[in-house]
């Protein structure tokens, strides 16, 4: 029996990832009072993206898990490049996404007076010079990982002259980029982090929050391991690019003789068939590759909302793909296919027709309009059902008719029946062409005693299509997405910029599609299927007199069908 609770532990303990394994073994260890704080720690310098997504899922979820709190923190330190608006859109996005930060909402620029201090206490203790060296002359003395780096010449200015111009680099004595305070670390180390990285800098720039009381502006390596240490943070999640920061993240805190919170480096999330840098995403909102950074097309997570994604869906596939400690792209399907899946349990179904060709059922009685009653979610019966007019005439889709139908096309043809969806069987007697040869109507007969698309005396019918009256309809704009880029990994061509290999067919719009009457008064950010042509979501630029569609995700799933082939 002890053998076998033994190996019950030890499969628990595989089945965590490993920074629930360290996490579990400080727990029981009694490391940091048993306590589990962990932060998310934005740069407001752009729109978040899904790999953020990632991001925010796991320091959140490891709190939730571990009954412990998550902070929500602007690593706010270079004000050239911030805004307020991107300080709003991360605090919508993370909210959306189901997290409450509660009343731990941060900021550095919060910890500019003691990190300042504490900058001067290094300084005191030899441990930081204020350097006259540009960014250029600092970089071409900076050696190799193999080679030592050149000294400053002011390496060894005394604790006095260091003080005294730190004091005026604060006070806005010195011009942007004269001087830097920095770290007295070392000149051999083969880890680059380590030569005498610059812990301040000089930005005579009006910051969103601090206004001009700031001349000199932390570095992000300096700033962040502070911020963990005063936010009394016990695990400090970070990707894997952050890993040779770790021995500068620790010597900071080591020097300053604070709390030190242990840094634990994760895979970022990469996705196929898009750019995930920053820097990147906002070339193509300023040069207007995209509408802007909620474009449906872009990998923000406000892009991803307007377009359709839930929440749920995002947090189910960041739980699917998992904690890895080595970078790999995953198949952007498998996003799309947890998206599908989502959206298949709280979408309610209606019918629309993108490209529209004209029916009109003969024997059906004029100026007739009935309601035909139609399921609005098979996969949740407590969504009902709703009423839809049908009458002699509708439109269906021009791609369930062909007029020289092979053998096993069961849709619409010349003298083949069809079931209409929640109505009835029609059969097609005649083609009406115009004078280019186009079809532009079709005249059918019904079946009045197959209401409902039942068959009255058992005979097969193989085609089902979804239609919409032709005279009670909502005409709506469908814009319909593709792949933003042409190939899987935009960042992998050796030959071609990404922005070459932007897809010019990223972006359809149907201006005249027709949808049934129910979705009238949808909101901004309803989700629908449409029957057999995919799950749709209203947009934002709808107005009362045009409602605007943006496809969300198509019905055909290629990552299930690959996995399960």
Same mark, same amino acid.
């Given at each position: 029996?002890?053998?076998?609770?033994?190996?019950?532990?030890?499969?628990?303990?595989?089945?965590?990832?490993?920074?629930?394994?360290?996490?579990?073994?400080?727990?029981?260890?009694?490391?940091?009072?048993?306590?589990?704080?962990?932060?998310?720690?934005?740069?407001?310098?752009?729109?978040?993206?899904?790999?953020?997504?990632?991001?925010?899922?796991?320091?959140?979820?490891?709190?939730?898990?571990?009954?412990?709190?998550?902070?929500?923190?602007?690593?706010?330190?270079?004000?050239?490049?911030?805004?307020?608006?991107?300080?709003?859109?991360?605090?919508?996005?993370?909210?959306?996404?189901?997290?409450?930060?509660?009343?731990?909402?941060?900021?550095?620029?919060?910890?500019?007076?003691?990190?300042?201090?504490?900058?001067?206490?290094?300084?005191?203790?030899?441990?930081?010079?204020?350097?006259?060296?540009?960014?250029?002359?600092?970089?071409?003395?900076?050696?190799?990982?193999?080679?030592?780096?050149?000294?400053?010449?002011?390496?060894?200015?005394?604790?006095?002259?260091?003080?005294?111009?730190?004091?005026?680099?604060?006070?806005?004595?010195?011009?942007?980029?004269?001087?830097?305070?920095?770290?007295?670390?070392?000149?051999?180390?083969?880890?680059?982090?380590?030569?005498?990285?610059?812990?301040?800098?000089?930005?005579?720039?009006?910051?969103?929050?601090?206004?001009?009381?700031?001349?000199?502006?932390?570095?992000?390596?300096?700033?962040?391991? #502070? /911020?963990?240490?005063?936010?009394?943070?016990?695990? +400090?999640?970070? &990707?894997?690019?952050?890993?040779?920061? $770790?021995?500068? %993240?620790?010597?900071?805190?080591?020097?300053?003789?604070?709390?030190?919170?242990?840094?634990?480096?994760?895979?970022?999330?990469?996705?196929?068939?898009?750019?995930?840098?920053?820097?990147?995403?906002?070339?193509?909102?300023?040069?207007?590759?995209?509408?802007?950074?909620?474009?449906?097309?872009?990998?923000?997570?406000?892009?991803?909302?307007?377009?359709?994604?839930?929440?749920?869906?995002?947090?189910?596939?960041?739980?699917?793909?998992?904690?890895?400690?080595?970078?790999?792209?995953?198949?952007?399907?498998?996003?799309?296919?947890?998206?599908?899946?989502?959206?298949?349990?709280?979408?309610?179904?209606?019918?629309?027709?993108?490209?529209?060709?004209?029916?009109?059922?003969?024997?059906?009685?004029?100026?007739?309009?009935?309601? #035909? /009653?139609?399921?609005?979610?098979?996969?949740?019966? +407590?969504?009902? &059902?709703?009423?839809?007019?049908?009458? $002699?005439?509708? %439109?269906?889709?021009?791609?369930?008719?062909?007029?020289?139908?092979?053998?096993?096309?069961?849709?619409?043809?010349?003298?083949?029946?069809?079931?209409?969806?929640?109505?009835?069987?029609?059969?097609?007697?005649?083609?009406?062409?115009?004078?280019?040869?186009?079809?532009?109507?079709?005249?059918?007969?019904?079946?009045?005693?197959?209401?409902?698309?039942?068959?009255?005396?058992?005979?097969?019918?193989?085609?089902?299509?979804?239609?919409?009256?032709?005279?009670?309809?909502?005409?709506?704009?469908?814009?319909?997405?593709?792949?933003?880029?042409?190939?899987?990994?935009?960042?992998?061509?050796?030959?071609?910029?990404?922005?070459?290999?932007?897809?010019?067919?990223?972006?359809?719009?149907?201006?005249?599609?027709?949808?049934?009457?129910?979705?009238?008064?949808?909101?901004?950010?309803?989700?629908?299927?449409?029957?057999?042509?995919?799950?749709?979501?209203?947009?934002?630029?709808?107005?009362?007199?045009?409602?605007?569609?943006?496809?969300?995700?198509?019905?055909?799933?290629?990552?299930?069908?690959?996995?399960?082939?």
């Amino acid at each position: 029996m002890e053998n076998k609770n033994e190996n019950n532990l030890e499969e628990s303990k595989t089945s965590l990832n490993f920074i629930e394994q360290i996490i579990e073994t400080d727990l029981k260890n009694g490391k940091n009072e048993s306590r589990v704080h962990t932060r998310f720690p934005p740069e407001p310098n752009g729109y978040l993206h899904i790999g953020h997504a990632k991001s925010i899922c796991l320091n959140f979820g490891m709190a939730e898990k571990y009954n412990g709190l998550c902070n929500l923190r602007f690593d706010d330190t270079n004000p050239t490049k911030e805004e307020v608006e991107y300080v709003d859109s991360i605090i919508e996005d993370v909210k959306w996404l189901g997290f409450d930060w509660g009343d731990r909402l941060y900021f550095a620029s919060d910890y500019f007076d003691q990190m300042y201090d504490l900058a001067v206490e290094l300084i005191k203790k030899e441990k930081a010079y204020v350097c006259d060296l540009s960014a250029e002359d600092v970089s071409a003395m900076r050696g190799t990982p193999s080679q030592p780096s050149q000294a400053s010449p002011y390496r060894n200015r005394s604790i006095e002259q260091n003080l005294d111009l730190f004091a005026r680099m604060k006070a806005g004595e010195f011009p942007d980029g004269s001087r830097t305070l920095r770290a007295k670390i070392s000149l051999d180390s083969p880890n680059m982090q380590m030569r005498d990285p610059a812990m301040y800098r000089i930005r005579h720039a009006h910051h969103h929050r601090t206004g001009d009381k700031w001349c000199i502006y932390p570095m992000y390596d300096w700033a962040h391991g #502070l /911020e963990d240490s005063i936010e009394k943070i016990t695990h +400090s999640l970070c &990707t894997l690019e952050f890993e040779n920061h $770790r021995p500068l %993240y620790d010597w900071y805190l080591n020097e300053a003789e604070v709390y030190r919170p242990q840094q634990i480096e994760f895979a970022r999330l990469n996705l196929s068939y898009t750019v995930m840098s920053k820097r990147k995403l906002l070339e193509l909102v300023q040069e207007k590759q995209v509408s802007g950074w909620d474009d449906p097309r872009m990998p923000t997570i406000s892009g991803m909302r307007r377009r359709g994604y839930t929440p749920e869906s995002l947090r189910a596939f960041s739980d699917r793909i998992g904690i890895a400690k080595r970078n790999n792209v995953i198949d952007v399907a498998l996003l799309e296919h947890n998206v599908r899946e989502d959206l298949n349990k709280r979408a309610k179904r209606v019918m629309a027709v993108v490209d529209p060709l004209k029916v009109t059922i003969k024997n059906y009685p004029v100026g007739q309009v009935e309601e #035909l /009653e139609a399921v609005n979610n098979p996969e949740d019966e +407590s969504a009902g &059902t709703r009423m839809i007019p049908f009458s $002699r005439e509708i %439109y269906i889709e021009r791609e369930d008719f062909m007029e020289d139908a092979p053998k096993k096309f069961f849709r619409l043809a010349p003298g083949q029946e069809v079931r209409l969806r929640y109505a009835y069987f029609i059969k097609c007697d005649e083609v009406v062409k115009d004078s280019s040869g186009k079809v532009v109507e079709l005249i059918c007969s019904y079946d009045p005693d197959s209401k409902g698309g039942k068959s009255p005396d058992g005979r097969k019918v193989k085609g089902t299509l979804h239609w919409v009256d032709a005279h009670h309809n909502i005409e709506a704009q469908v814009r319909v997405y593709d792949r933003l880029f042409t190939v899987s990994d935009p960042d992998g061509d050796k030959e071609k910029s990404y922005k070459e290999l932007l897809n010019p067919d990223s972006l359809s719009i149907i201006e005249k599609a027709f949808v049934e009457p129910s979705v009238k008064n949808a909101a901004v950010l309803s989700y629908f299927q449409f029957e057999r042509l995919g799950y749709f979501t209203v947009d934002k630029d709808s107005t009362d007199s045009k409602l605007i569609f943006n496809k969300t995700v198509g019905l055909k799933d290629s990552y299930s069908k690959e996995n399960k082939n």
